[in-house]
């Protein structure tokens, strides 16, 4: 940016230096009153046309600006968000989940050392099997909070496991086919993209009665192709469209300077996002 500006200072001071010359010889070997005469009409006209077009300059350097620092602002704000989801989720597995494993294992010692005969302890029993249930849904918490899948197997087996876990949910039957795309992205852009994925096929298994749907995702050199489709009642514009969570994936989207297509009727929906691999603000 600042050699750009430098670009158009310096053009600008070049125009004017020749517009100084231009009058100087112009005044020089003309006879009548210089503003009498075409060669000032026109100049009148030029000097109108660069105000013009320096005015739109500065107000389009200025709006890109803008642009930019609400898009930097969108970036902060993701990856904050992101951060904290992170920390809970690890502290929710290591330290409650941790906890709940010690509680658990020392109420099954206790029953192991307990006569069959005694009254306690087959509530001891069901306490345990009420603590698994805890550490099951803490660590189901924590997923949801963040994927920590990421991390250790990357985005493509997170996908794939995300994609089978609501698949044994919802009954749905998922077919899906997921190019390697590790490591092509920031941990950022990745757990954007995680999100895209898992607003969509869970908007599926809640809302669109559907029986099958399809997961592809593809890349090239420049881009990421995912189509998403399903055989559900389709999305109602008034609910889904404008709803929380279409604008929250349209914003994801938006940030990873993709463009998302949606087609919808009563024999299903088909999600077409385009995401560009360079130029994302989170790359």
Not at 262 to 273: A, C, F, P, V, Y
Request: proline share 1%; aromatic share 8%; charged share 25%.
């Amino acid at each position: 940016m600042k050699n750009k500006f430098e670009a158009g200072v310096i053009l600008v001071v070049s125009i004017l230096l020749i517009a100084i010359l231009d009058a100087y010889f112009q005044i020089e070997q003309t006879t009548i009153p210089i503003w009498q005469t075409d060669w000032f009409l026109w100049r009148v006209y030029g000097v109108v046309i660069i105000l013009l077009f320096v005015t739109f300059y500065v107000w389009y350097v200025r709006v890109q600006k803008a642009k930019r620092v609400q898009e930097q602002f969108a970036k902060q704000l993701v990856e904050i968000k992101e951060d904290d989801s992170r920390r809970i989720a690890a502290e929710l597995h290591d330290s409650l989940g941790q906890n709940l494993q010690v509680i658990n294992s020392s109420i099954m010692r206790t029953v192991n050392s307990m006569s069959d005969s005694d009254p306690v302890k087959e509530k001891l029993k069901g306490i345990s099997e009420m603590v698994k249930d805890s550490i099951s849904d803490v660590r189901e918490i924590s997923s949801n909070l963040y994927p920590h899948i990421l991390e250790n197997l990357g985005i493509k087996k997170a996908i794939e496991s995300l994609i089978t876990k609501i698949e044994d949910a919802s009954g749905i039957c998922f077919d899906y086919s997921i190019d390697n795309i590790d490591g092509i992205l920031n941990s950022y852009a990745e757990i954007n993209l995680y999100r895209i994925i898992q607003e969509i096929i869970n908007n599926i298994a809640k809302h669109s009665k559907a029986g099958n749907a399809s997961v592809n995702i593809r890349k090239d050199y420049s881009y990421i192709y995912i189509n998403i489709k399903d055989n559900g009642t389709g999305i109602i514009k008034d609910e889904n469209h404008s709803g929380a969570g279409m604008l929250n994936l349209r914003e994801r989207v938006k940030m990873l300077k993709g463009k998302i297509s949606i087609n919808s009727n009563k024999e299903g929906t088909n999600i077409n996002i385009v995401i560009k691999l360079k130029g994302s603000i989170l790359s």
